[in-house]
């Protein structure tokens, strides 16, 4: 009677994860004495009751996203970077150092340290291993300054809009310049705390009310209305 993956590892909807005389819990499916996942999600394995737990606000990685991350461990060859995943992003020192690593001589400390904010590409993930990312091209690298907010991965693409169009709305009406990871992760940069506040209202109100129609024009009119608001204060 097998189980097809460990405890806690990755699945996606349609992967075998036992067969024999077990039970399908939450998020899964039996059918003739297989058990199979109905949702991404990590596996459990409880006695003969095998569920999924939904990664409903996580981020899977993709090969070439653009995601922000923040760096949780230094250790003696790159930095450990949560990235909203159900695994740690590892960015490796050799793709961060221009002239080559030298472990003896470099220290990692004084490039990026705990807590600091990084814009990054995924370079390659799979399941079985944790996703490698890297910082070396234009655009991205240490975060400097903005505040960072959370919401749901799967909404990013409605932030974004068609064609941009959301997005650049948001950042014309509120000078503010917003930097997306598609892992769910934003930062919010203005010239100051209320255009920071005003735009990061807008994305959330995006997030509430992603299912409704003509939330563009919604979302216009009321940044319009509360920047009138501040002008009569």
């Known amino acids: 009677m097998p189980t097809f993956f460990e405890p806690k590892e990755l699945v996606t909807p349609g992967d075998l994860l036992a067969e024999g005389n077990y039970m399908a819990g939450e998020n899964a499916y039996c059918e003739n004495k297989k058990v199979f996942a109905a949702r991404i999600g990590l596996v459990e394995y409880d006695n003969r009751k095998v ?3 939904a990664l409903r606000a996580f981020y899977i ?29 590892v960015l490796r020192a ?3 150092l221009e002239r ?17 904010l990084i814009v990054a590409k ?6 079985g291993s944790n996703p ?6 234009p655009g991205l690298g240490k975060i400097s300054r903005g505040q960072l907010i959370k919401v749901t991965p799967t909404k990013i693409p409605r932030i974004i809009g068609r064609k941009g169009s959301m997005i650049t709305m948001i950042k014309r009406e509120t000078n503010c310049r917003i930097t997306l990871g598609q892992n769910g992760l934003i930062i919010v940069s203005g010239k100051n705390h209320e255009d920071e506040r005003l735009a990061i209202m807008a994305l959330r109100k995006i997030e509430e009310e992603s299912h409704t129609s003509g939330l563009t024009d919604r979302i216009a009119e009321m940044i319009r209305k509360q920047k009138e608001g501040r002008k009569n204060v």
């Open 100 to 116: 080559g690593f030298r472990p003896q001589k470099n220290d990692l400390l004084s490039i990026l340290d705990i807590g600091d």
């Open 94 to 96: 050799s793709d961060v």
């Open 122 to 127: 995924v370079a390659a993930y799979d399941r």
């Open 132 to 137: 490698i990312i890297k910082i070396s091209e």
């Open 51 to 53: 569920r999924v737990v």
């Open 61 to 89: 990685p993709r090969i070439g996203d653009i995601v922000i991350g923040i760096v949780t461990e230094v250790g003696f060859n790159g930095w450990e970077v949560d990235i909203n995943a159900p695994y740690t992003a």
